[in-house]
């Protein structure tokens, strides 16, 4: 996806009107932590950490920011996605106990936030953590 959209990126960044462009990768606080029994998890977290710090190395200097998102526990449907036997794992890990969890919404507001800097400023790495989770 960043392959085909990076050439018209660079095009749009050096447009008169706003001269910068904008990539946000969503990863996870996996991404930081590695835990037991989510390691394929936590390797995939980390490698779109390290991705996209690569590419914002690469093209930082064209106006095209690149950072990435990295939020705690979300409302998704993630975990109704797996079997009963890992699902019994997960809450058996007391992943649902964090009891108020970013909601998309919270997610969106935080992708906003990101691009709509003022073109000096690059926003390279943001956490969005619920406040129960530790």
């Not at 018209?8 to 706003?18: F, I, N, P, V």
């Not at 390691?39 to 990435?68: A, C, D, H």
């Not at 970013?102 to 943001?126: C, G, K, N, W, Y």
Request: glycine fraction near 4%; charge should be negative; charged fraction near 20%.
């Amino acid at each position: 996806m960043t392959h085909a959209a990076l050439p018209h990126l660079l095009a749009a960044a050096e447009d008169d009107l706003r001269q910068v462009a904008d990539i946000v990768n969503i990863s996870s606080q996996a991404g930081r932590t590695a835990t037991k029994d989510f390691g394929v998890y936590n390797m995939t977290k980390f490698g779109v950490n390290g991705f996209t710090e690569s590419l914002r190395q690469e093209v930082t200097k064209k106006n095209v920011r690149i950072g990435v998102l990295e939020p705690g526990a979300v409302d998704t449907e993630l975990i109704s996605h797996n079997t009963e036997e890992i699902r019994n794992h997960l809450n058996a890990t007391n992943l649902d106990a964090i009891p108020n969890p970013l909601q998309p919404e919270d997610i969106a507001d935080s992708v906003v936030f990101m691009v709509t800097r003022h073109r000096r400023a690059t926003i390279a790495e943001l956490w969005a953590m619920p406040t129960s989770q530790a």
